[in-house]
């Protein structure tokens, strides 16, 4: 099956520092990724759609100059934390679609468990 | 809108007996359904899906899911738990046609097996 990695799988920063979570599809182009964050306990929530090429598209509530998203190349997106307070510990997943047969698929990162002091 | 239930928290279950994990959702159409499983500080791993057929899916390590469209449910199943399948579910669908949208997860399910 199709690989997605994430890096770093855990990073732990001050307050105030920006934090950079790569996404790298592996094995196929993905065009588009998905960064969700996870919540302790609770489901994950969609925080935006990273497009390569083009602008980022972000779920209400998300702020985009907090959540800076770069869609470098087919293989890679980032996700940069600026700024980040004690808030924004949580768990980030990324996800990429690929086709498979029967339809496309999304293949998941193991995320990154980011936490601020 | 598009949404899915998981209505247990969680779901306590002797090993080597049966269990079941609830899924309902409301999609518009016939939208692909999928189970996923996390383990602790792991990202999502793919369980099984439904596209179309037959409405029992198996999937791995054991599970399959029954897709029941009068219902609108796709409940996970298994007939024999294992302590090692203590995890997180998720039920997510994507709506049928829409390659690059998003999943749309319900809110989890925390299975326990006990010894």
């Known amino acids: 099956g199709a690989v997605v990695s994430q890096h770093p799988s855990r990073v732990i920063c001050k307050s105030g520092t920006s934090v950079k979570i790569e996404c790298r599809s592996l094995?196929?182009?993905?065009?588009?990724m998905f960064w969700y964050r996870q919540f302790p306990k609770k489901s994950l929530m969609l925080m935006a759609t990273?497009?390569?090429?083009?602008?980022?598209?972000?779920e209400q509530g998300v702020e985009k100059d907090k959540f800076l998203i770069n869609h470098a190349s087919l293989t890679l997106s980032t996700l940069t934390v600026t700024s980040a307070h004690p808030e924004d510990s949580s768990f980030y997943i990324c996800s990429a679609p690929r086709g498979m047969p029967g339809g496309n698929e999304q293949f998941f990162g193991p995320g990154t468990r980011l936490t601020v002091l | 809108a598009q949404s899915v239930a998981q209505p247990e928290d969680q779901v306590n279950v002797a090993e080597g007996n049966p269990l079941t994990v609830k899924c309902t959702y409301s999609?518009?159409?016939?939208?692909?359904l999928f189970w996923y499983v996390q383990y602790p500080n792991r990202g999502l791993q793919f369980l099984l899906k439904y596209i179309t057929g037959d409405n029992l899916v198996k999937g791995s390590y054991g599970f399959e899911a029954e897709f029941n469209k009068s219902q609108t449910s796709f409940h996970l199943k298994k007939p024999s738990a294992l302590v090692s399948d203590s995890a997180l579910y998720f039920c997510a669908v994507r709506p049928r046609g829409s390659g690059n949208t998003p999943l749309v997860f319900g809110k989890g399910t925390r299975l326990s097996v006990i010894a």
């Open positions: 094995d196929f182009q993905a065009t588009t």
């Open positions: 990273s497009n390569e090429g083009s602008k980022a598209t972000y």
């Open positions: 999609v518009s159409g016939n939208p692909y």
